[in-house]
């Protein structure tokens, strides 16, 4: 994976830098993290789904540290300070993805003086969306995805050593508990061949509804016992190339149970697909 530097920073270059991915915290990294003040980065349009989503679903739900909201021009001054944290918006491609596609990716960061965003130690990264796609893809799911990064970095900072949790894979540990609950997921993030409930049922015999919106917004916010919802970052409108990436979260314990990414071509379509129904079977 190549991050690429931050939003506000896109501007301001002609150039789009690329580098290695972010340095996986240290022991000493960690015990700064849970002394540190969170500033969640704001985006500079005044009208943003994004900021108006990230607002309420830190102030409801991050408790790991004390939090603070700053704008894009604060943090590249503050981003040296090994005494804060970041929750921050960037854009992320992959080395292996030649369809120069790019994705929004939120990021938990540590402050450090270093001379390169992409040196800052990262506590947790997952993906919100398409570069570019409609705040309203995922907007909605920021309070489950709040949840799920503050348990990732309560994981990494209970096991600094632990390198395996620097990947999201890690949590395909947890498939075997997927048996019991029920999945969530809109049709709109189902590959064709599977895209009704009877179609499904062929190739995994555990309960799946397909929804509508709404009902994946009330299972957030009533945190439903044993309800995983799909979320899924993939290529937008009519580019048909590029990264999907799959998850399943918990609705209850925000917990990830399931990860996986697929290039799409004219086989693999933007969405979970029979292969990802075929490996959560077999448990």
Sequence with gaps: MKNISLLALLFLSALV???????????????KFKSSVTCVVMEDNQISFYNAEIKIAVNKYWKVTPVRFITEAEFNVMRTDPSLSFIVLTITNFSNDKSGSAYDFLNLLLGADVENLDELPEFCAIPLSFAGAPEEEYSYKLGLIIRFMQYHADMVMRNPTMSALRYLKYYNKNVPDIKGKTILVRED???PEINTEERISVHYPNRVKIVAEEEIIRA??????DVLIVHKVGPDGVKQTGTCMKMLIGTDDAVMYYYDSHLVDSKNANGLLISDLKRLARF
């Design 17 to 31: 830098a690329t580098a290695q991915q972010r340095p996986y915290p240290t022991i000493d990294d960690a015990g």
């Design 189 to 191: 993030d189902l590959a």
């Design 220 to 225: 957030i916010d009533e945190k439903a016992k």
